[in-house]
């Protein structure tokens, strides 16, 4: 699915992975485009003037900006910087293009790939350190319409990892530490990683309420010809939405592919026997193909001669095709073919007359299944703590935290200092919207003052 | 037999140790270089907007209009093409120039249209066999410095990034101009047998090349592309690839964006260095001059070798792969708009255009509102349902006539108007974007569904086609066919393209460069018959070539 690169942090996407990207975009688009958002494309470069606009927002990504410093053999009289994400590159012109109240709201999103110079450990997905995402920029009048757009947004970024990706997610609000610098609040969809006992934010919904308005002059005129200040969000999910896939539903053999966003959704294999109507096997994969494709099914034939269906079972378990179909002289003398699931390896044989319905049923049960495996794993690992001790406990055992906090950046700190190890610090996911119900006088975990919310805590990536 | 089922795009290919040889890279060529027009947007004299209709008279309906508002003029394109290029661009918010210099922003309505050019060409690409993919956009400085004797062109235009993460990296990085080095980098590792091949594949990515001179969607430091390149068994094959790329290319043109574009093989001298055969399609703008709108190249086995790229055949014996390279980008839009632009705006061909149909409900009685408004929408629903692109335009801020000027500029294939008139009758009024005043007008269309969307398919399609038979013939009427210097340079003199055969040396190709401005922009697919003299040494020539100037 991907491939290394001689720059450290980059990394080539592979038509397998390309496609499920592309599916994902495909269902996106579609969703934000009902909402009236329109695509545009703002330039990679900004100049490091308008970067400082916002103080909080460079203090946050000056860090990982890469430079340009040069053009073939001279220097630039000023260096310019690439898209860390396009605040700063955007918002200028939002300040240009917004007059009055007619102009809002403006809705823009942009589908291209950004640059974070990271040191922590690269990880492909992940954490790289060129990734592709999309990045939503919305202005409105009042804050009531920016709140209701952060979460028709939120609520898009579960759908595509719940109902496409079979990955269950936690919505809930980031702490004041972990919010977008520069940003109001921050909302986002959290998910756990249950073999690594890691938490990982999947997509994230930002108010940015008026600070960039503020810094960028982007006012407008009401209807009562008042100046005012627009309201502003920003959305965005990438690439790691991919690294997430592959980690929650991989096992021992190899990927496991989600139908819904598999680049190929069927693999049919021949199985000849000796000399039995090897060509009559053939024709029926082929039509077997056709038939599939006709229903829209993302399907294919692996006719090649020189790999043994064994092989041929094996290498595509491992790229986690969902649906697997074998035709051998048997299935062909009784008109049927056997369909083997990658999920839990059942195997059926299916009459060649009810073909396309069912596989049709056969691809959503195995999309269901995942997402409920997934999410029972996930919900194993979580675990309510109310003191230090069991915290640290918990932490040790890989889990998932839910714990009851006193809501103070400087406790919230503290635990991170504490925690520090070779694992890795522990941090909060966010506090979920979801809140179990919080006793009176339930003290925080970490400092024993009087707690305000249940959070989610736990190492991340 | 069974044939078809085999899987190109899925062959596994593990990536062992790779051999680092010395790497070539690839110039891509996509632009001539052009002296530039002058300066940016001249806002001069003021354009006679397109007619208004009597049945919108500012002084009955009490209203303002906003007639030659002072942030709508169009310079006209006789007088100064470049000027009105760049007035239209920024007038129906197509792009505005960003921050850094040469770089642009791409305004969702320009925007629109790319996506229009991706989403056909995308499933194009896939019916041919390739998988979309991504490559990073760094390239470390030594993959390039490798291949400096054909980058020497390049290298001033590199961007280069030397700090990041607050720290002066150990290597400098560029910023990709285009892929070809990280491209056969990677094919290298990933090819090892002929089952590895046909390998198929494509990107859709920016590409940065710090140009001195820009000019919106034509030329600009960051621009937009997709970029296929394939690696085959044989010649044959790649030949077959390169010139079934081009012939995607040259229907795209042709079908979608209705422009005749003229499909055939540069010269020596404009081959792309690195390429044995660039093919080409080239369009000719509202001003006569020549625009390479795509290319599609067979680049042999000139960076198999140089990249070390191999496979082993049937029989086992060790060859260089044969490769195709082929691009489209943004500069395409620019050949759009300059194709079917007029002096009243953008024109756009009902295939590519974001919005197909505007309708501007009009009143002038406040009890008048409502029934036009519903009348309106439930048109809008109508046309929505049958699959169209459509806008509304209800607002009340701005009069009918403004609007009408607007979405002409805009370039909208078809208004439809209804008045209170109109909804007492049921019917509504069709404009066309493509014939002005009251030619392009028809009264009376019935607002039953049924009725109405079939009229406006119709009229679409008639748009469309009128579009491409028009461009076909400014073209066929802008060339001239030569056979001497004299009658070319005489062509040239005119702004027109010269067709003339063609058999002389590269060094006398130069020389009609250096005399005239004119290059040869291909020699078309489409040859006439019989013998020909070359227009410059007078002996045979087997092919006729194509003289222009070009951006």
Request: glycine share 6%; hydrophobic share 40%.
């Amino acid at each position: 699915m991907i491939e290394y690169y001689d720059i450290s942090g980059c990394y080539i996407l592979r038509p397998w992975a390309m496609s499920i990207w592309e599916n994902m975009q495909t269902f996106f688009d579609a969703e934000i485009k009902k909402m009236k958002v329109k695509n545009c494309y703002f330039p990679l470069f900004v100049s490091p003037g308008v970067l400082q606009k916002e103080k909080d927002h460079i203090e946050g990504f000056a860090p990982e900006v890469a430079w340009v410093t040069k053009s073939g053999e001279s220097d630039l009289e000023v260096p310019i910087a690439i898209r860390p994400t396009s605040e700063t590159v955007m918002y200028p012109y939002y300040s240009k293009w917004i007059r009055g109240h007619r102009d809002l709201p403006l809705k823009l999103n942009q589908w291209c790939n950004v640059v974070r110079w990271e040191f922590s450990n690269p990880t492909p997905f992940i954490r790289s350190r060129e990734f592709l995402w999309q990045e939503g920029h919305t202005a409105f009048a009042t804050k009531e319409e920016a709140d209701t757009e952060v979460l028709q947004i939120l609520e898009l970024y579960r759908r595509i990892y719940e109902e496409f990706l079979a990955i269950p997610v936690t919505k809930g609000r980031k702490s004041e530490l972990e919010k977008f610098a520069g940003g109001l609040y921050t909302t986002s969809v959290e998910a756990f990683i249950p073999n690594t006992g890691r938490g990982i934010q999947g997509a994230t919904s930002h108010c940015l309420g008026q600070n960039f308005a503020k810094m960028f002059e982007i006012n407008f005129e009401n209807e009562k010809g008042e100046k005012s200040m627009v309201w502003q969000n920003s959305w965005a999910y990438s690439t790691r939405t991919i690294g997430v896939m592959v980690m929650v539903h991989g096992d021992n053999k190899g990927l496991v592919l989600p139908p819904k966003v598999a680049a190929l959704q069927v693999i049919v294999i021949p199985v000849p026997y000796k000399d039995a109507d090897t060509q009559g096997i053939f024709d029926a994969c082929a039509a077997t193909v056709a038939i599939l494709s006709d229903a829209g099914i993302r399907a294919e034939a692996d006719l090649r001669e020189n790999y043994s269906p064994g092989w041929k079972y094996s290498n595509w378990e491992m790229k986690g095709v969902p649906l697997r179909i074998e035709i051998g002289p048997r299935d062909l003398a009784n008109n049927q073919v056997r369909a083997v699931r990658r999920d839990n390896g059942e195997k059926a044989d299916i009459s060649r007359v009810f073909l396309v319905e069912q596989v049709k049923g056969m691809l959503e049960k195995i999309q269901q299944n995942l997402f409920d495996v997934a999410k029972r794993k996930r919900d194993a690992c979580i675990e309510v703590v109310k003191t230090w001790d069991e915290f640290i406990k918990a932490l040790g055992q890989k889990k998932l935290i839910l714990a009851p906090w006193c809501d103070e950046e400087e406790v919230e700190k503290d635990v991170k200092a504490r925690t520090k190890g070779e694992m890795g610090a522990a941090k909060s996911l966010c506090t979920p919207f979801e809140q179990p119900e919080l006793p009176e006088g339930t003290k925080c975990f970490a400092s024993g003052k009087p707690a305000t919310k249940w959070t989610y805590w736990g190492r991340s990536y | 037999m069974v044939s078809s089922l085999r899987l190109p795009a899925l062959t596994s290919l593990i990536s062992p140790s790779f051999t680092r040889r010395s790497t070539v890279s690839l110039r891509r060529r996509l632009h001539l270089r052009l002296p530039l027009a002058a300066g940016f947007s001249a806002q001069s004299a003021a354009s006679s907007p397109t007619e208004t209709e009597d049945r919108v008279d500012s002084k009955k309906s009490g209203r303002v209009q906003d007639r030659g508002s002072t942030d709508r003029v169009i310079t006209p394109r006789s007088q100064d093409f470049n000027a009105w290029y760049l007035d239209v661009i920024a007038n129906a918010e197509l792009a505005d120039y960003g921050p850094v210099r040469g770089t642009m922003v791409i305004r969702p309505y320009g925007y629109a249209m790319w996506e229009a050019i991706q989403d056909y060409l995308n499933v194009k690409f896939k019916e041919t066999g390739h998988s979309n993919m991504y490559f990073p956009q760094f390239i470390p400085y030594s993959f390039i410095e490798k291949e400096a004797s054909h980058v020497e062109g390049f290298s001033p235009e590199l961007a280069l990034v030397t700090i990041g993460g607050g720290k002066e990296l150990e290597e400098k990085l560029v910023v990709r101009p285009t892929s070809e080095t990280i491209v056969n980098h990677m094919f290298t590792q990933w090819i090892h047998s002929y089952r590895d091949l046909p390998l198929m594949i494509n990107q859709w990515a920016n590409v940065t090349r710090w140009e001195m001179r820009t000019k919106p969607f034509v030329r600009t430091l960051e621009f937009l592309w997709q970029e296929g390149h394939t690696a085959h068994a044989t010649l044959e094959e790649a030949e077959k690839e390169a010139l079934q790329m081009i012939d995607v290319y040259t229907k795209f043109a042709y079908e979608q964006a209705a422009i005749p574009v003229i499909a055939g093989r540069k010269s020596k001298v404009e081959t792309f260095a690195g390429a044995d055969k660039t093919y080409t399609i080239e369009a000719m703008m509202g001003d006569r001059k020549a625009l390479q709108a795509g290319t599609s190249h067979n680049l042999g086995q000139n960076f198999s070798r140089a990249f070390g790229t191999q496979f082993a055949d049937e029989n086992g014996l060790r060859q260089h792969v044969w490769q195709t390279s082929w691009a489209i980008s943004t500069r395409f839009v620019g050949g759009i708009i300059m194709t079917h632009g007029d002096d009243a705006g953008l024109m756009l061909p009902p295939r590519i255009a974001p919005i197909q149909v505007v309708i501007v409900p009009i009143w002038k009685k406040v009890d008048e509102k409502t029934g036009v408004l519903d009348a309106a929408s439930s048109v809008a629903e109508t046309l929505k349902n049958a699959g169209l692109k459509v806008k509304l335009d209800d607002t009340d801020q701005r009069t009918p006539g403004w609007k009408f000027n607007f979405w002409e500029m805009k370039g909208v294939p078809l208004r439809i108007e209804i008045g209170p008139r109109d909804v007492s009758s049921g019917s509504v009024v069709i404009s066309r974007r493509d014939i002005p005043g009251k030619q392009g007008k028809v009264f009376g269309i019935s607002m039953e569904p049924s009725i109405l969307e079939a009229y406006v398919k119709d009229r679409l399609d008639e748009i469309q086609s009128s579009l491409l038979q028009r461009a076909i013939s400014f073209r066929d009427s802008n060339i001239v066919d030569v056979s001497s210097y004299e009658e070319l340079k005489e062509a040239i003199s005119l702004g027109k393209w010269a067709r003339g055969p063609w058999s002389a040396s590269d060094a006398d190709e130069l020389r009609i460069k250096e005399e005239t401005g004119a290059t040869i922009r291909c020699f078309p697919f489409e040859q006439p018959q019989g013998t020909k003299a070359c227009l410059m040494t007078g002996k045979p020539a087997d092919e006729v070539a194509i003289f222009a100037k070009s951006y």
